[in-house]
T-cell receptor
Framework: KAGVTQTPRYLIKTRGQQVTLSCSPI?????VSWYQQTPGQGLQFLFE???????NKGNFPGRFSGRQFSNSRSEMNVSTLELGDSALYLC???????????????FGPGTRLTVL | DQQVKQNSPSLSVQEGRISILNCDYT??????FLWYKKYPAEGPTFLIS?????DKNEDGRFTVFLNKSAKHLSLHIVPSQPGDSAVYFC????????FGTGTLLAVQP
């Protein structure tokens, strides 16, 4: 069974631009969560989607948005990029059901975003 | 406001000895705790978890201890192996998964 895939793996953007990251979950998984990893803050939860609906949201500004498609693939968008948005963005998938099953949550390798 | 804290950014131990990674949390409503391991250029992988109704969970060389009164959990790895060298994150769940900042474990051969 293929794992969670994220594209692109690396991305360089400049301040003010916008970016879209993609995540394809494991086949059959309906929950996709997004996290931002920075050296000082560790992993911070961005949002979680289940069956095309945002089910939970972290404490990030509205510049960070996401969506999920009917095939469970998810995209994350960041508008008006700032230097501080430079980070590793990870997505994770799980079966979902009532809430994400964190024991069975599988992470992708991440997208490394650099904002210049 | 960091609700889950790993105060040691790094730890170095000798192969065969015990590794003890620590984690503190502030929110008494957390009901489930997990440890993840992360190698460079890979996403975190789930390692072991513990429910708030337990104080110990063991899986092979890995044991997690939970002290609810102290709001503290620890991960013990015995014996440590060079392949255990990675960043270890503790995490806690309430309505969402909250991660600590990670501890880099280096196991010296």
């Amino acid at each position: 069974k293929a794992g969670v895939t994220q594209t692109p793996r690396y991305l360089i953007k400049t301040r003010g631009q916008q970016v879209t990251l993609s995540c394809s979950p494991i086949s059959g998984h309906r929950s996709v969560s997004w996290y931002q990893q920075t050296p000082g803050q560790g992993l911070q939860f961005l949002f979680e989607y289940f069956s095309e609906t945002q089910r939970n949201k972290g404490n990030f500004p509205g510049r960070f948005s996401g969506r999920q498609f009917s095939n469970s693939r998810s995209e994350m968008n960041v508008s008006t990029l700032e230097l501080g948005d430079s980070a590793l963005y990870l997505c994770a998938s799980s079966l979902g059901q009532a809430q994400p099953n964190y024991n069975e949550q599988f992470f992708g390798p991440g997208t490394r975003l650099t904002v210049l | 406001d960091q609700q889950v804290k790993q105060n040691s950014p790094s730890l170095s131990v000798q192969e065969g000895r015990i590794s003890i990674l620590n984690c503190d949390y502030t929110n008494s409503m957390f009901d489930y705790f997990l440890w993840y391991k992360k190698y460079p250029a890979e996403g975190p992988t789930f390692l072991i978890s513990i429910s708030s109704i337990k104080d110990k969970n063991e899986d092979g060389r890995f044991t997690v201890f939970l002290n609810k009164s102290a709001k503290h959990l620890s991960l013990h790895i015995v014996p440590s192996q060079p392949g255990d060298s990675a960043v270890y994150f503790c995490a806690a769940t309430g309505d969402k998964l909250i991660f600590g900042t990670g501890t880099l474990l280096a196991v010296q051969p």
